[in-house]
C-alpha cells in the first residue's frame, strides 16, 4: 500500500516540480493546409483542478508560410529549411526557459488525406525526423505530435473551439444548449454534434474540464468545396471521355476553365443550367436503400448519422462564403436555406458578367458561388436532414472577435489529456518521460526498504 501511496503522490508533484516556475504554460501548432501552414501560438496559465476550465489564449497573430508541405513530397532534403524557419519563429515568441516543457504540433489536414498513403508516410516520417534534431528544435518532441488529421478529429476540434468560446464548459448548462459544428474545407466537410438519443456509430469521445462528452462525428473526404468542383468535371468528362470539350451545367455562361483529367486538357464552358447541376449533386448525396442501411439512418450511403434533434449549429469556412454572397443570410447569421436554393436557382441562370457587374462578387468566384448555393441546400437537407426551414443554422467566421477554426480546440483536447494522464499544471514535459522518472522514483523506494 506505502508503494501504491507514493506513486501517486509522485504522479501528481513530479510534473510540477519539472515545469518550474514560469507564469505560463505554452503550445504551438503548425497547421499544414494544402497550399499553406499557418504557424499558432497559444499560452495559459496553469490550473489546480482538472474540473476547471482552460484559459487559453492565442499569442499574436497566426502566421502563414507558403507552399503548403505536400509540395515537398518529391522535395524531402528541402524540409528542414521549411519547418526550421517556422522553428525558429516559435523559439522566439515562446519565452526561452520553457522551450524545454513545450509541445510543438505539425497536424495536416484535408489536403494532405488525399495524398497516395506511401507519399504522405514518407512526408511525415521526414517531419518527423526534422522535429526529433534537438539542435534545430528545442521543444517537446513525441512521433504522434505530427500527424494527418483525420477528418473527425477536424471536426471535433471545431466543436470544441466553437463551444468553448461560447463558454459552455464548465457551466453546467444542458446537453442541448451545446452547439453543434457544420465545417468544409477544400477536401472535405464534416458533422459533428452531441445526439438526443442514442449514438449507434462514429461515436468521439472528449474529455474537457471534468466532464466526458460522446459526440457523433463524421467526415465526408471528397465532399469539400473544390473537390465538389473536382467530381462534378470528372462526371461530365465520363458521359463523353473522347471530348476535349464540355458543357458544365454548374458553371455561369460566358465562363471557361479548364482541368487535367488522364493526362489531357479538358475544357468546361459555362452552361448555366442548375436543374441540371441538381441532378449531378444529388447523385452524389444518395443514401443508401433501405436494406441496405445497418445502422439506421443513414446519410450519405451507407453512413450512419443520428437525428439532429433539437441542436443549434454553427456552419464555418466553406459554408459561409456563397450563402453570404447571395444575400441569404440574416443580420444574426442565420442561414435562410430556402431563400439559398431559390437564390442560387435564379443566380446560376446568369451569365458571369452579369452577375459579377456592380456586384462585391469577383469573376474567380462566379461560379463557384452557383455551384456552392447549390451543393450547400442539397447536403443539409438531403443528407443531414435539416429541413428547408430550418432556423437552426447560424454562420459565423468568429467569436469574440476570436476566428474560429480547429486549432484552438486541438490544443484544449491535446491538454486535457495530457493533463488527465499526468495531473494538473504539468506543463508540456513528454508523458514517457515523466513515466520514466516515476519508475526511477519508485525502484529507489523500494531499494531503500
Known amino acids: 500500500m506505502g508503494t501504491i501511496v507514493l506513486l501517486m503522490c509522485v504522479m501528481i508533484f513530479i510534473p510540477e516540480v519539472a515545469y518550474g516556475s514560469s507564469n505560463w504554460q505554452y503550445g504551438a501548432i503548425l497547421d499544414a493546409g494544402s497550399s499553406s501552414t499557418k504557424l499558432k501560438i497559444y499560452r495559459w496559465p496553469p490550473r489546480t483542478s482538472l474540473d476547471s476550465v482552460l484559459d487559453i489564449k492565442q499569442v499574436g497573430e497566426s502566421e502563414k508560410h507558403s507552399p503548403g508541405i505536400s509540395d515537398y513530397v518529391d522535395k524531402l532534403g528541402n524540409i528542414s529549411n521549411y519547418i526550421g524557419g517556422m522553428i525558429e519563429r516559435v523559439k522566439e515568441i515562446i519565452p526561452k526557459n520553457v522551450h524545454s516543457t513545450t509541445s510543438l504540433y505539425l497536424l495536416a489536414t484535408a489536403g494532405l488525406r488525399v495524398l497516395p498513403e506511401d507519399d504522405a508516410r514518407s512526408l511525415m516520417n521526414a517531419i518527423r525526423n526534422v522535429l526529433q534534431n534537438?539542435?534545430?528544435?528545442?521543444?517537446?518532441f513525441n512521433p504522434s505530435n505530427v500527424r494527418i488529421l483525420s477528418g473527425e478529429e477536424e471536426g471535433v476540434f471545431a466543436w470544441i473551439t466553437i463551444n468553448y468560446l461560447k463558454d459552455y464548459f464548465g457551466s453546467d448548462r444542458p446537453q442541448s444548449q451545446a452547439v453543434g459544428v457544420l465545417e468544409m474545407g477544400g477536401g472535405?466537410?464534416?458533422?459533428?454534434?452531441?445526439?438526443?438519443?442514442?449514438?449507434?456509430?462514429?461515436?468521439?469521445?472528449?474529455?474537457?474540464?471534468?466532464?466526458?462528452?460522446s459526440l457523433y462525428a463524421h467526415s465526408y473526404l471528397f465532399y469539400g468545396q473544390d473537390y465538389m468542383i473536382y467530381r462534378i468535371g470528372?462526371?461530365?468528362?465520363?458521359?463523353?471521355?473522347?471530348?476535349?470539350?464540355?458543357?458544365?451545367?454548374?458553371?455561369?455562361?460566358?465562363d471557361t476553365t479548364t482541368?487535367?483529367?488522364?493526362?489531357?486538357?479538358?475544357?468546361f464552358i459555362g452552361e448555366g443550367n442548375p436543374s441540371k447541376c441538381l441532378t449531378i449533386i444529388n447523385s452524389f448525396l444518395k443514401s443508401a436503400a433501405d436494406d441496405m442501411c445497418y445502422p439506421k439512418?443513414?446519410?450519405?450511403?451507407?453512413?450512419?448519422?443520428?437525428?439532429?434533434?433539437?441542436?443549434?449549429?454553427?456552419?464555418?469556412?466553406?459554408?459561409?462564403?456563397?450563402?453570404?454572397?447571395?444575400?441569404?443570410v440574416d443580420s444574426s447569421g442565420k442561414l435562410n436555406m430556402s431563400r439559398l436554393n431559390?437564390?442560387?436557382?435564379?443566380?446560376?441562370?446568369?451569365?458571369?458578367?452579369?452577375?459579377?457587374?456592380?456586384?462585391?462578387?469577383?469573376?474567380?468566384?462566379?461560379?463557384?458561388?452557383?455551384?456552392?448555393?447549390?451543393?450547400?441546400p442539397a447536403l443539409l437537407s438531403e443528407a443531414y436532414g435539416f429541413t428547408s426551414e430550418t432556423q437552426k443554422i447560424t454562420l459565423i467566421r468568429k467569436i469574440k472577435d476570436i476566428s474560429v477554426d480547429w486549432t484552438l480546440g486541438a490544443i484544449v483536447y491535446e491538454t486535457e489529456v495530457f493533463e488527465t494522464k499526468c495531473g494538473t499544471s504539468a506543463g508540456h514535459i513528454s508523458y514517457p518521460d515523466i513515466c520514466f522518472i516515476n519508475i526511477l522514483l519508485l525502484l529507489t523506494y523500494l531499494m531503500v526498504r
Not at 534537438?134 to 517537446?140: Q, S
Not at 470528372?234 to 460566358?254: D, E
Not at 434533434?309 to 447571395?326: E, Q, V
Open 134 to 140: 534537438k539542435t534545430l528544435n528545442p521543444f517537446v
Open 342 to 376: 431559390e437564390t442560387a436557382f435564379n443566380y446560376c441562370q446568369k451569365s458571369l458578367t452579369d452577375a459579377t457587374t456592380n456586384t462585391s462578387i469577383s469573376e474567380k468566384y462566379g461560379s463557384a458561388y452557383c455551384l456552392m448555393g447549390l451543393y450547400i
Open 234 to 254: 470528372r462526371y461530365i468528362i465520363q458521359q463523353n471521355p473522347q471530348s476535349s470539350s464540355h458543357q458544365n451545367p454548374c458553371m455561369l455562361t460566358g
Open 188 to 213: 472535405s466537410t464534416q458533422i459533428v454534434f452531441l445526439p438526443d438519443g442514442p449514438l449507434l456509430a462514429n461515436m468521439f469521445q472528449v474529455r474537457i474540464a471534468g466532464k466526458r462528452y
Open 259 to 267: 482541368m487535367i483529367y488522364m493526362g489531357a486538357t479538358k475544357t
Open 297 to 328: 439512418p443513414c446519410a450519405i450511403g451507407r453512413t450512419y448519422q443520428p437525428s439532429i434533434g433539437t441542436d443549434n449549429f454553427y456552419a464555418i469556412a466553406a459554408f459561409t462564403y456563397a450563402p453570404r454572397s447571395l444575400g441569404t
